[in-house]
């Protein structure tokens, strides 16, 4: 991240870091269950750090379930997007039924690989808590390390498979459909 302008990930990052110090700070000086406030417990840079994590970890999973939803969406509006377009067209299969198709998969691909580009992003800055709170351990410990990822592999990584084998039965339709060999049936008169 560049430390000139601040990007979404590290204010969101900040927001949720103020949110954690707040929540670790409240605990400690509000009574619970009938017992006196607890004033001069310290706050320690683990605690903050664990409940900034464990708010990381839960926008990451919100990022995650997002990224399946949009890919449950996509089959959801691809056939009706061709049925209507085929509807609008006289009832007549033309190149814009395929066209439209790829539409929906580009537009949808392109969602999906920006909320994936984002939960990416969540999990190099957990990767930079957890390399802080190992740095505070007695004993040696190294956190696995978080490929950092930029937004052409978020585009093309294998979670948006998906997208290109739609694709490319949309395209293997266009191309029947451009050699005649699938058309809209002929009515014959009698």
Known sequence: MS???PTIVAALAGALAGAATSDVLRRASSPSAGDEPVLDKKVQADDLDKELI???HAATLKASDSCFEIKKLCATVLVPTGT?????SGRRLTAAVFFSGLFVIT???LADAVGYYYQRRLRVTM???WRRRAARCEEPWTPPNTATTSPLKAAFNGSMT???LLAAVVLV???LYAFDIIGSP???SP
């Open 3 to 5: 430390t000139k302008r």
């Open 54 to 56: 464990d708010q990381l």
């Open 84 to 88: 209507l377009v085929a509807l609008f």
């Open 107 to 109: 537009f949808f691909w």
């Open 127 to 129: 990767d930079v808590i």
């Open 162 to 164: 998906y997208y290109a």
């Open 173 to 175: 339709a266009l191309s």
């Open 186 to 188: 002929t009515v014959v």
